[in-house]
């Protein structure tokens, strides 16, 4: 784990930022985690591109829900946002990171019993080395803080979409 873990002993959801933010959008997720921590979210972790290295701090943690953020390749327009869990992320996850992001999911969720999606966001660029977040990422990103502007509570469409299925594109993505 790479940078300081936030935590608090009644944390419901964690938010996991996953990706390399030396290749472009791909940093999206560990940039989307690091506001939110400066926002006063509990329960945030930098995972970076070794998202398996922080399965021991997840089943400490304990969480209701776990949320995965990261670029995923999922041919929609950039910026666009979905969630997806199980079979889902199987389908569309073309990770970048050296382990399949829907074995790691399905891990995490036999390891803490906590429910766990991915908050996929379609890159613009994300090989491109040291250019910083696109113009689409950032403002998915933009987007996303909106959405988890009250801290450590869990957004209504992802709280739609554990309750019904419905939801897998959040608002404007």
């Not at 021991?56 to 304990?62: I, K, T």
């Not at 996850?93 to 019993?113: D, K, P």
């Amino acid at each position: 784990m790479s940078e300081t873990v936030s935590k608090s002993s009644a944390r419901e959801i964690a938010v996991v930022g996953i990706g390399n933010p030396e290749r472009g959008d791909d940093g999206l997720g560990v940039e989307f985690v690091r506001r939110l921590a400066a926002r006063g979210w509990k329960g945030t972790v930098v995972a970076g591109v070794t998202p398996e290295n922080i399965s021991g701090w997840l089943a400490a943690l304990n969480p209701a829900l776990v949320v995965a953020v990261d670029a995923v390749e999922m041919g929609i327009p950039a910026g666009g946002r979905r969630l997806l869990d199980g079979e889902a992320v199987a389908a569309v996850s073309a990770s970048t990171h050296g382990c399949s992001l829907s074995l790691l999911l399905g891990f995490w969720e036999r390891a803490t019993a906590a429910r766990t999606v991915l908050l996929g966001v379609q890159p613009a660029r994300a090989a491109a080395r040291g250019r910083g977040l696109s113009r689409e990422a950032e403002g998915a990103l933009r987007r996303l803080e909106e959405e988890f502007s009250v801290p450590d509570r869990t957004p209504g469409f992802i709280a739609e979409y554990l309750e019904t299925g419905n939801g897998l594109k959040p608002p404007g993505g």
